[in-house]
């Protein structure tokens, strides 16, 4: 699975070799298209499992239950940085 | 939020193509998913290392901006952490890989189907979705009862895109550029981490 992680280096050494200032804005027209694509596909992929169609809403409230937990951990550890190193400084 | 709806529906799309058509299910269960894996992580790289002004902010940041992300990292794992006993079902290792995704939908539901399977792959798009979305909805209470910062955290990886209006209109213009180097930072670390707790 490590492989993937190659592919994102590999990525990032030819985007530095890109000197053309419009690549940014074409990548990111690309990435879209890729996502939808690939949100299609696992709609699809989904769809056609039998055992994740009849979960579905126990799969949902998985998935709430894990981002309450991870919105309100991150949202309290900004909060103490908060206080103890922006407050009083003016933030950049 | 028009961007987050499209997803929805392309997915929602899908959904009912797959449950209609078995054929093709069996042809996007397979292959298929992986290379566009691959695209996907090559592109995202190529528009990382392209964008020059983004590696400059990545490694010119004070130390404070610097553990902003980490922050994140930390608050989103041990939040994840203290609500496991209400989705024992799972493995901890697949719920952790899942809050992970810090809102990067689209990277960890592909990146966990691969590794550990459609189920955990539509729990990390649906949590990552609603991360997104939740994010959104509640930026005034999070300005409010947490802290101006606590919407960048929230909003994990999107404080770089989707959210960063949101930021800018609720936390403040100061803190837009923070938004975009804690955005940056977690894209990068999606992967890694998401990579890292489906392979323990």
């Known amino acids: 699975m490590f492989i993937v992680l190659g592919i994102i280096i590999l990525g990032i050494l030819i985007g530095t ?3 053309s200032s419009k690549a940014p804005s074409i990548i990111s027209k690309l990435l879209n298209a890729i996502i939808y694509l690939l949100l299609l ?10 055992q994740i ?6 799969i949902g409230l998985k998935a709430l239950i894990i981002t309450a937990g991870a919105v309100l951990g991150s949202a309290i550890f900004a909060a103490v940085l908060y206080r103890y190193l922006f407050k009083n400084r003016k933030a950049k | 939020m028009k961007a987050s709806l499209t997803i929805v529906a392309f997915f929602a799309a899908g959904l009912i193509l797959g449950l ?3 054929s093709l299910a069996q042809m996007c269960s397979g292959e298929l998913t992986r290379y566009i894996l691959y695209a996907m992580m090559l592109i995202v790289g190529i528009g990382i290392g392209c964008d020059k ?10 130390k404070r901006t610097i553990l902003l992300p980490l922050g994140t990292i930390v608050g989103s794992l041990l939040g994840a952490l203290a609500l ?16 992970s995704g810090f809102g990067y939908y689209s990277l960890s539901s592909i990146l966990l189907t691969e590794y550990r399977g459609a189920e955990i792959g539509t729990i990390a798009l649906l949590s990552n979705v609603i991360r997104e979305i939740g994010t959104i909805l509640a930026a005034p209470l999070l300005v409010r009862y947490f802290s101006p910062l606590s919407v960048v955290s929230a909003a994990g990886a999107t ?9 800018t209109r609720f936390s403040g213009k100061e803190y837009v550029i923070i ?9 990068v670390t999606v992967p890694i981490l998401v990579t890292l707790f489906a392979s323990i």
């Open chain 1, 17 to 19: 070799q890109i000197r």
């Open chain 1, 41 to 50: 596909v696992m709609g699809i992929a989904v769809g056609g499992n039998e």
């Open chain 1, 53 to 58: 169609v009849n979960n579905l809403p126990t």
């Open chain 2, 20 to 22: 209609n058509f078995d």
């Open chain 2, 53 to 62: 002004g983004a590696l400059r902010a990545l490694t010119s940041q004070s």
């Open chain 2, 84 to 99: 496991y006993p209400l989705v024992s079902s799972m493995a901890l290792n697949d719920t952790l890989a899942v809050a």
């Open chain 2, 159 to 167: 404080s770089i895109d989707t959210l960063l209006p949101i930021i």
């Open chain 2, 179 to 187: 938004a975009i180097f804690h955005g940056l930072a977690m894209e």
